[in-house]
Every structure is written in C-alpha cells, then in structure tokens.
C-alpha cells in the first residue's frame, strides 16, 4: 500500500509515461475503431436519451482499471461506468488508498454522434487531494497532462491561462438544463447578464482544457461527479487558474460541495462568476 504523498510523486516521477501510454492505448483499442462506426447495440441510454454509454466507454475503462491498479500496487479505480453498475464503489474516492478517477469517454453524446469532442479523463489523488491528470482528445490528437506543483502542459507545451482580455463578454460554458435542479437553474440564470456570454458545455474535460488554454474564460458546472472534474480542475489549476463554489471555497472532489460551481482563467473571474451565480454580484 501506498502510504504517503512522497511516494506518489515518486511513482508520478517513474511512470507518468507509463500511464500517458494506458491512456493512448485505451482509445486506441477500444475507442477510435469505434469513432464514427457505432452499431446500434453498442450503445444504450443510462438515465435518458442524453445519458449516453457504449462499449469503448466500458471496455476503455475496463482496460485502463487493469493497467492503472497494476502500475501502482495498492490504489484503487473509481470510473464512470464502474459506478453506474455499483455506486457504493464511489466511497473509495474518500478512503486512505490512492485513487484514479476514470472518465473513458467524456462527452459520449458527441462520441456517438460523430462529434470530434470527447476525450478520456484520467486524475490521481490522495486523500482529496489531486496530484496529477491527463486528458487525452484522441480525435484531436491532443494529450494534456498536469502534475501538482510542476505546470500543466498540452502535446508538451506549456499552459498558460491568463487574464480574459479586458472589453469583452465573458465566455462562459454552462451546464446543459436537462441536468439541473430548479434552484440550479435560478442560480445559472444570473450569468444572462450584461458582459457575460454564457453556452451550453460540451465535453467537461475539453472545457477546462480550453480554459487552460486561455480559450474560455470559466465554467459554471452544477453536479459533483468527480470524473468530470478532477483531471480539468488540476489541468486549470496548474495553467494559473482556479476554482471556486458559490460559497467561496475551492471545489472538493471528494464532495460535499455547494453547487453550482466555477473554474476560471484566474481568481477575479472566478469571483465574478460566483457572484452571479450566488445573486451577491
């Protein structure tokens, strides 16, 4: 078992290729020969015709469960579709192994329809506390990777999320209506405001992809699940930026968070966006 963060770092330092390489093979047995070529029984709804999976989103995240947990003896997986099967296996986010958060399809609706929008999201953490990720958009050909401390890079360059250019609306990628509660909707619709221009999100990890790029200014997401988050957060984190919940405090992914939520290209726009959310702007 591992037992502390130095560790960790040691391991990330030995085997980040390692697990760059998990993450290109996944999609490259199971996801990209499915890409544009889906028959109708591999894919099913979940919880609705917009709650989407398929087999490259399950066999992806069986392959990666089996790579991942033998590269580092004593962690355990949390993936998407692993709890969709058991939700009690959701629980190992707070416990004392390390954990990799899986994604292996983020953006399955777009997967499905052909979209070039999706990538595979895979974080570690420990003890809440997220230490590395990569977000692999393999029809883009794009690898971003982050590790706490040391920068967050894409196809091995360095990000950089700066400053929203002064004089223009703020872009700001929201989460789709279908999946909020009332009182989320109340709270999103304070970004229909005068220098603000809000739009519905596509793939979560793309988003803060382009927020690490200094492409979009922030995110307003309402749901906790940490697969869409965790490798983004850290990916924004390590470019400059931040994140904020409407109570001010940063967002926590092993939950319990007041919702809805930001990430943002740097801390006054994260707290202008809580503000409109929070209705304190």
Same mark, same amino acid.
């Given at each position: 078992?591992?037992?502390?963060?130095?560790?960790?770092?040691?391991?990330?330092? *030995? !085997?980040?290729?390692?697990?760059? *390489?998990?993450?290109?093979?996944?999609?490259?047995?199971?996801? &990209?020969?499915?890409?544009?070529?889906?028959?109708? !029984?591999?894919?099913?709804?979940?919880?609705?015709? +917009?709650?989407?999976? &398929?087999?490259?989103?399950?066999?992806? /995240?069986?392959?990666?469960?089996?790579?991942? %947990? =033998?590269?580092?003896?004593?962690?355990?997986?949390?993936?998407?579709?692993?709890?969709?099967?058991?939700?009690?296996?959701?629980?190992?986010? @707070?416990?004392?192994?390390?954990?990799?958060?899986?994604?292996?399809?983020?953006? &399955? @609706?777009?997967?499905? !329809?052909?979209?070039?929008?999706?990538?595979?999201?895979?974080?570690?953490? +420990? +003890?809440?506390?997220?230490?590395?990720?990569?977000?692999?958009?393999?029809?883009?050909? *794009?690898?971003?990777?982050?590790?706490?401390? *040391?920068?967050?890079?894409?196809?091995?360059?360095?990000?950089?999320?700066?400053?929203?250019?002064?004089? #223009?609306?703020?872009?700001?990628?929201?989460?789709?209506?279908?999946?909020?509660?009332?009182?989320?909707? @109340?709270?999103?619709?304070?970004?229909?405001?005068?220098?603000?221009?809000?739009?519905?999100?596509? %793939?979560?990890?793309? /988003?803060?992809?382009?927020?690490?790029?200094?492409?979009?200014?922030?995110? =307003?997401?309402?749901?906790?699940? =940490?697969?869409? +988050?965790?490798?983004?957060?850290?990916?924004?984190? /390590?470019?400059?930026?931040?994140?904020?919940?409407?109570?001010?405090?940063?967002? #926590?992914?092993?939950?319990?968070?007041?919702?809805?939520?930001?990430?943002? @290209?740097?801390?006054?726009?994260?707290?202008?966006?809580?503000?409109?959310?929070?209705? &304190?702007?």
């Amino acid at each position: 078992m591992i037992e502390d963060t130095e560790t960790i770092e040691e391991f990330l330092a *030995q !085997h980040s290729a390692d697990v760059e *390489q998990a993450v290109r093979e996944a999609a490259a047995k199971e996801i &990209t020969p499915r890409f544009r070529r889906l028959a109708a !029984h591999e894919v099913d709804e979940k919880a609705g015709p +917009h709650d989407l999976v &398929t087999d490259a989103d399950r066999l992806a /995240e069986k392959y990666l469960t089996g790579v991942l %947990s =033998a590269l580092l003896p004593g962690s355990v997986v949390v993936g998407e579709e692993a709890v969709h099967a058991n939700p009690a296996t959701y629980e190992a986010i @707070r416990g004392e192994a390390p954990v990799w958060i899986v994604d292996p399809v983020d953006g &399955t @609706r777009q997967f499905v !329809h052909g979209d070039p929008g999706f990538s595979t999201l895979v974080a570690l953490a +420990h +003890h809440g506390v997220l230490l590395a990720s990569w977000t692999f958009a393999p029809a883009l050909d *794009q690898l971003a990777t982050a590790v706490k401390g *040391q920068g967050a890079f894409l196809n091995g360059e360095r990000l950089y999320a700066g400053p929203p250019t002064p004089g #223009r609306d703020l872009e700001v990628a929201t989460s789709h209506p279908d999946y909020t509660t009332d009182e989320e909707k @109340r709270s999103l619709l304070g970004l229909w405001t005068e220098g603000v221009a809000p739009r519905a999100c596509g %793939s979560a990890g793309l /988003e803060y992809l382009a927020i690490a790029r200094g492409e979009l200014d922030a995110t =307003a997401f309402s749901w906790e699940a =940490a697969w869409d +988050h965790a490798a983004g957060l850290l990916l924004v984190e /390590e470019a400059g930026g931040t994140h904020l919940t409407v109570t001010g405090e940063p967002f #926590r992914i092993v939950g319990g968070n007041a919702l809805p939520f930001t990430a943002a @290209r740097d801390a006054a726009t994260a707290r202008r966006i809580v503000g409109l959310l929070s209705g &304190t702007a």
